[in-house]
C-alpha cells in the first residue's frame, strides 16, 4: 500500500506488550458478565412483605400541606427504582398513557372548574367533582366512560401535572385515592371489572388476533390500575395517617375481606381471571396486574408476615400452648451470611487433591447421587465443569481451581496474603432445639425394645425397667418439646371423626382466610394449576413453545421496535415483566400457604398437595437451575423510565450505554425477594413429607441448592440449608464425606432436632419405604375434612327425620317473592301432569 505521495508509508510502530493477567484475574474476567464476581459480597437486604417506599419519602407522605413553601424547599427526591412498589404496575411500554390520563383529566376538569387547579380546591369541592366523575361512568358509550376512567387514573396516580417532585406525587396519590374510596370509586370501578370481564366480544376479537398487544386491554388495565393504586395507598400505614383515614382503612379492609352483596370476595374474581386467561379464552387479560393486584388484596386483607406472627401468638394462648421459643423474623434478621475464607493455602491443597481425585477417578465407584450428570433433565449450559466434579460450592472457588490447573502455573506462595474476610462465629445456636410428641415415642419404643424386650405405645411417662440415662435423655427431651397449633388441629379432628354426634358440629370461625378457602375450595387446583403455569411461562431458564401461554400481552406494543434502542428498551421491558410476575406469584403463594397453615393445618395440606401433583417441586428446581448470581444482580430496569420519575422531570435521550448501565444497586431487590419465597415455599411442601424428600433427591436438587449458596444473603442460605438437610440421609456417605463445608453450615444455621439422624441417615424414615401410602393417607384426611366441614349434604343423615304428616305439613317455607304469579302453572308442571305411581311406594315399605 502507498501513501498519498507515492512513497511507501512507513510501517507503525510496534506496541509495547499489554500485561497478561494472572489466572485469578483472568478466570474473574471471563466470568464476571455471566455470573458476576465469586466473592459476592454480603447483600444488604431487607427481608418484608413487599417492596417499600424509600426511607427519604417516610416522611413527606402526608396528606396535602398549603404551605408551598416548604414543599418547593425539595426539589428532587432520591427515590430507588426498585424500592416503589407503584413503578412495578406499569410497563416502559405504556409510558405515552400517562400524557393521555392527564390529558382526559384537564379537558374535563377546565369545563367544570374554571380558573382553579386541583390543589387549590376545597375537599368539599374535590368531592364534588369526583361524585361528577362518577356519574360519566354510566354512559353507555364506551369510548367516553374509558376517558372518564382515565381521568380518575390521573387523580390516582398523583396529578403529577400539577406536582414539583417524585414526594408531590406520592403524596397527592395517596390524599386521592383515599377521597376516591370515600366517595365509593371502588365499587363503580368493581362492577365496570365485571363487565369487561364478561365482555364476550373483546375475547372473540383477542383470540382472532395473531398477535395480541397493549391496545387489546385497555380498558382492563385502565381499571385495574385504579383499583391497584387505591388498594395499595389504603394498605400501607403511616403515621401521620388522620383518623378517618384509618377508619377508612378498616372498613376497605372488611369490604374486601366480608363481602356483603356479592356471595365470592373479591380476590376470587381475580382468581377466576386466573384461571379464564390461563385457559385460552381471554388471552388478553393484562396478567401482570392482575396478579400484583391479587397479591396486594390478598396481603391487605389476611395480613403481612409480622401480623401472622402476631396472630400465631395469639392463637398458641388460645389454645393454651406455651409461647413461642423465639421470634422467627428477628432471628433471621438477625443472622449473619455464611463465608468460609479462602487462603491460598487451602487453595494448593484443594487442588492436589483434585488432581489425585482426577486421576483415580475411573477406579473409584461413584454413586449415582453423588455427581451431577449430564443425563440430569434439568442440567443447562451456563454451568462450568466445577459443578459437575462433585466440589464443595461453599467456598466459590471451584472455576478458579480449573482454570488455573488449565492454563497457569501455581505461583509460589507470597510474602503477604490477601485480605480476606473475617469469620465471626456466634457465641450460641441461633435457634432453640424442639422435639415433637412423635420423636420422644420412637425414643422411648427403641429404649424399651432394648432393655426391657417390649413397648407401652404411646406411654411417654412410664419409665421403669430403663436406666438411669434413659430418664435423663426423656426429662431433656420433655423439656424442649414442641406442640404445634397444627398438632392440635389434627388430633382435634381425628376426635370429630370419631365421635361426630357426641361431639356435635365444630364451631367455625369466619375469618378472612376461612371465607377465601371455602370460595377457592371447589375450583382451587385449577387456580394452583393455573398460577404454575404462568410461573413456568415467566421462568428465565423456559424455553419458549408453541403451546406455552403468553404473558407477553400486557407488555408488546402495537408497533414492533425498528431500530436497536428500541429493541434494547423492549428487551429490558420484557424481562422486567417476567420478572415481576415471578415475584407476584412467589409471594402471595406463600402467603396463602402460611394463612391457611395458621387457619386449619388440613386447607395448607390441601393446597399443598394441589401445588406437588401440578409439578410445583420440579419447577421451583429448574427455576434454581440457572446462574443465580447472574438473576440477583440482573438490571433489568430504566430508572429514568420508572414512576413517578418520569412524570416530573424531562426525560433525557436515552442511548445503549445508558441502557446497559441500568441502575447503581447491588443487587435487584424482587429478583432476591422471588428467590426466598420459592426457596420457602419448596422448604413448606417438603417438611416432614418423604415422598417429597425423595423427589429432591430423585431431581438431583443438591447441585443446583448448593449454587443458590454462592448469594451471601442469611436468610436465603438459611432456607437452602434446610433443604439440604432434609435430604442429607437420602445422598448417600461419600456426598456427605465431600460436603463437609455445606455440612458445617447446616450445623451453625438450622434448627437442631434432639434425635434427628441426619447427618449420619441412620433414621428408620431413611429406609425405603412406600411413600405412596404416605400421600394417599394424607390425601384421605384431606377430603374427610373437607367433607365433614364444607359438604352440608352429605351429613343429613346424621339428622333426624321428622316422620309426623301433621309437623311437616305444618312447616313453613320460604317462598320466592314471585312465586305466587306462576303458582297454578307450578301445579299444572310438578303435579297434575306427572303420573302418580302407587306401585313405588311399595318399594319403600
Not at 33 to 44: F, I, K, Q, R, Y
Not at 124 to 151: H, I, P, S, T
Not at 633 to 648: E, G, H, M, Q, R
Request: glycine share 4%; proline share 6%; with cysteine.
Amino acid at each position: 500500500m502507498e501513501a498519498a505521495g507515492g512513497g511507501a508509508a512507513p510501517a507503525p510502530a510496534p506496541r509495547p506488550p499489554q500485561p497478561q493477567p494472572k489466572g485469578r484475574e483472568l478466570f474473574r474476567s471471563q466470568r464476571k458478565e455471566s455470573e458476576g464476581s465469586v466473592d459476592c459480597p454480603n447483600l444488604e437486604f431487607g427481608y418484608g412483605d413487599a417492596d417499600g417506599f424509600a426511607v427519604e419519602l417516610s416522611g413527606l407522605l402526608k396528606s396535602p400541606v398549603s404551605n408551598l413553601a416548604v414543599r418547593r424547599r425539595v426539589k428532587r427526591l432520591p427515590v430507588a427504582a426498585d424500592l416503589l412498589s407503584p413503578s412495578e404496575l406499569y410497563s416502559y411500554t405504556e409510558e405515552p398513557e400517562f400524557v393521555t390520563n392527564r390529558r382526559c383529566f384537564e379537558e374535563d376538569f377546565h369545563a367544570q372548574v374554571q380558573g382553579k387547579r386541583w390543589p387549590e380546591l376545597e375537599v368539599a369541592q374535590q368531592k364534588a367533582y369526583v361524585m361528577r366523575l362518577l356519574d360519566g361512568l354510566e354512559v353507555v358509550n364506551r369510548d367516553k366512560r374509558l376517558r372518564v376512567a382515565r381521568a380518575v387514573l390521573y387523580l390516582a396516580q398523583g396529578m403529577f401535572g400539577d406536582c414539583d417532585n417524585e414526594g408531590d406525587v406520592l403524596r397527592w396519590s395517596r390524599h386521592n385515592n383515599f377521597l376516591l374510596y370515600q366517595m365509593g370509586t371502588f365499587s363503580a370501578f368493581l362492577e365496570l371489572l365485571n363487565m369487561e370481564i364478561d365482555n364476550s366480544q373483546a375475547c372473540s376479537s383477542a383470540l382472532r388476533k395473531p398477535a395480541i398487544s397493549l391496545a387489546d386491554s385497555t380498558e382492563l388495565r385502565v381499571l385495574l390500575s385504579v383499583m391497584y393504586l387505591m388498594v395499595e395507598n389504603i394498605r400501607v400505614e403511616q403515621e401521620p395517617d388522620p383518623p378517618e383515614w384509618k377508619a377508612c382503612r378498616e372498613t376497605f379492609r372488611t369490604e374486601l375481606s366480608f363481602p356483603v352483596h356479592t356471595e365470592e370476595p373479591f380476590a376470587l374474581l381475580l382468581f377466576t381471571m386466573v384461571t379464564k386467561f390461563c385457559s385460552g379464552h381471554a388471552p388478553h387479560f393484562p396478567m401482570k396486574k392482575v396478579l400484583l393486584l391479587l397479591w396486594k388484596v390478598l396481603l391487605f386483607t389476611l395480613g403481612g408476615f409480622e401480623a401472622l406472627q402476631a396472630m400465631k401468638v395469639k392463637k398458641r394462648e388460645e389454645l393454651g400452648l406455651p409461647p413461642l421459643p423465639e421470634d422467627s423474623i428477628q432471628v433471621m434478621r438477625s443472622m449473619r451470611a455464611a463465608s468460609p475464607p479462602t487462603y491460598s493455602i487451602e487453595l494448593m491443597e484443594q487442588q492436589q487433591q483434585k488432581r489425585g481425585h482426577r486421576s483415580r477417578r475411573p477406579l473409584v465407584k461413584q454413586d449415582s447421587l453423588d455427581i451431577y450428570n449430564e443425563r440430569d433433565p434439568f442440567k443447562n449450559d451456563e454451568a462450568g465443569a466445577d459443578e459437575e466434579e462433585n466440589d464443595d460450592v461453599d467456598s466459590g472457588i471451584e472455576g478458579e481451581l480449573d482454570l488455573m490447573e488449565r492454563d497457569v502455573i501455581i505461583p509460589t506462595m507470597p510474602a503477604q496474603r490477601p485480605p480476606i474476610e473475617r469469620v465471626s462465629f456466634p457465641k450460641g445456636l441461633p435457634w432453640a432445639p424442639k422435639v415433637r410428641q412423635k420423636d420422644i415415642e420412637h425414643f422411648l419404643e427403641a429404649s424399651r425394645n432394648k432393655f426391657i424386650g417390649f413397648t407401652l405405645g404411646q406411654d411417654t411417662e412410664t419409665l421403669i425397667g430403663l436406666p438411669r440415662p434413659i430418664h435423663e435423655s426423656v426429662k431433656t427431651l420433655k423439656q424442649h418439646k414442641y406442640v404445634s397449633i397444627s398438632d392440635v388441629q389434627i388430633k382435634k379432628e381425628e376426635e370429630l371423626e370419631k365421635c361426630p354426634m357426641s361431639l356435635g358440629e365444630e364451631e367455625v370461625q369466619e375469618t378472612p382466610c376461612e371465607i377465601l378457602y371455602r370460595a377457592m375450595l371447589y375450583n382451587l387446583p385449577q387456580y394452583m394449576i393455573a398460577l404454575l403455569k404462568i410461573l413456568l411461562a415467566a421462568a428465565p431458564t423456559s424455553k419458549a413453545k408453541t403451546d406455552s401461554i403468553n404473558i407477553l400481552a400486557d407488555v408488546l406494543p402495537e408497533e414492533m421496535p425498528i431500530t436497536v434502542l428500541q429493541s434494547m428498551k423492549l428487551g429490558i421491558d420484557v424481562n422486567r415483566h417476567k420478572e415481576i410476575i415471578v415475584k407476584s406469584i412467589s409471594a402471595l403463594l406463600l402467603l396463602l400457604l402460611k394463612h391457611l397453615k395458621l387457619n386449619h393445618i388440613y386447607q395448607f395440606e390441601y393446597v399443598a398437595q394441589h401445588l406437588v401433583f401440578a409439578n410445583c417441586i420440579p419447577l421451583i428446581l429448574k427455576f434454581f437451575n440457572q446462574n443465580i448470581m447472574s438473576y440477583i444482580t440482573a438490571k433489568n430496569s430504566i430508572s429514568v423510565l420508572d414512576y413517578p420519575y418520569c412524570t416530573v422531570h424531562e426525560l433525557p435521550e436515552l442511548t445503549a450505554e445508558s441502557l446497559e448501565a441500568g441502575d447503581n444497586n447491588q443487587f435487584c431487590w424482587r429478583n432476591l425477594f422471588s428467590c426466598i419465597n420459592l426457596l420457602r415455599i419448596l422448604n413448606k411442601l417438603t417438611k416432614w413429607k418423604h415422598s417429597r424428600t425423595m423427589m429432591l433427591v430423585v431431581f438431583k436438587s443438591a447441585p443446583i441448592l448448593k449454587r443458590a449458596l454462592k448469594v451471601k444473603q442469611a436468610m436465603m442460605q438459611l432456607y437452602v440449608l434446610k433443604l439440604l438437610k432434609i435430604q442429607t440421609k437420602y445422598l448417600g456417605r461419600q456426598w456427605r464425606k465431600s460436603n463437609m463445608k455445606t455440612m458445617s453450615a447446616i450445623y451453625q444455621k438450622v434448627r437442631h432436632r434432639m434425635n434427628d439422624d441426619w447427618a449420619y441417615g441412620n433414621d428408620i424414615d431413611a429406609r425405603p419405604w412406600d411413600f405412596q401410602a404416605e400421600e394417599c393417607t394424607l390425601r384421605a384426611n384431606i377430603e374427610a375434612f373437607n367433607s365433614r366441614r364444607y359438604d352440608k349434604l352429605q351429613d343429613s343423615e346424621f339428622k333426624p327425620v321428622d316422620n309426623c304428616l301433621q309437623s311437616v305439613l305444618g312447616q313453613r317455607l320460604e317462598l320466592p317473592e314471585d312465586f305466587h304469579y306462576s303458582y297454578e302453572l307450578w301445579l299444572e308442571r310438578e303435579v297434575f301432569s306427572q303420573p302418580i305411581r302407587w306401585e313405588e311406594l311399595l318399594h319403600y315399605q
